[in-house]
């Protein structure tokens, strides 16, 4: 998987981005526009080296100093990187693994650092097994219930036409759902787990009329 050949050569210590409402999960692509100082320094350093940067969600806004963490985050590699001509940096990340949280580093540079743990998310590793057929076609139709409601569309043959990982990784991402219900779409433990969590989060979206009104295409 890209520069690593196992587990046992990511780092223990990583960078950390806290980012509400994202998560990063394992082949999914997750695009950044990078321009705060400090995370501007921490893609400059993960350019330089290894090219990785965990993606977490804060718990909070922290108040006057640093929010704490959810134990659980993704780590992804950069696999675009553009600079702008006003300084900032348009990235985009590819999971690799989930990982838990161990401790906060105490470090000198701008952003934050944390000891990863990789061990219990072993499977994210390879891709998932497929979903059996009726999890797909109940995510399906719950997708199809839930975009009504949403006033969103879809291109059902690109829908239709996706692999389950992504499929099930990229309505994670990009449905408007709460910091928590993200959370635990990404602590999911298997897709199988996911897909079904999905399923019930667009049916109750939908029930209750939804969340959002903003209108365009989900694809």
Same mark, same amino acid.
């Given at each position: 998987m890209e520069s690593f050949a196992t587990i046992s050569e990511l780092p223990a210590v990583i960078p950390v981005f806290p980012l509400s409402g994202a998560i990063l999960l394992p082949r999914a692509l997750l695009p950044l526009n990078i321009f705060e100082p400090r995370y501007l320094a921490m893609t400059r350093d993960a350019m330089a080296g290894d090219r990785l940067i965990g993606i977490i969600q804060p718990k909070g806004d922290g108040g006057a100093g640093p929010p704490e963490l959810f134990g659980t985050g993704g780590l992804g590699r950069i696999t675009r990187f553009s600079e702008t001509g006003d300084g900032r940096y348009l990235i985009a990340l590819a999971g690799i693994i989930r990982f838990h949280v161990t401790e906060e580093v105490g470090v000198a540079t701008p952003y934050r650092q944390v000891r990863a743990d990789y061990a219990p998310f072993v499977?994210?590793?390879?891709? +998932?097994?497929?979903?059996? +057929?009726?999890?797909? +076609?109940?995510? &399906? @139709?719950?997708?199809?219930?839930?975009? &009504?409601?949403?006033?969103? +569309? /879809? @291109?059902?043959? /690109?829908?239709?036409g996706a692999d389950d990982e992504g499929l099930v990784s990229t309505l994670a991402t990009v449905c408007p759902f709460e910091i928590l219900e993200r959370q635990a779409l990404l602590e999911a433990p298997d897709l199988e787990a996911r897909a079904s969590m999905l399923t019930a989060l667009m049916r109750f979206a939908g029930t209750v009329g939804g969340s959002t009104s903003a209108t365009g295409t989900l694809q």
């Open positions: 499977q994210d590793w390879n891709p +998932a097994p497929p979903l059996p +057929a009726m999890v797909r +076609a109940s995510l &399906e @139709d719950s997708l199809r219930a839930y975009l &009504e409601t949403q006033n969103l +569309a /879809a @291109d059902w043959d /690109a829908v239709r």
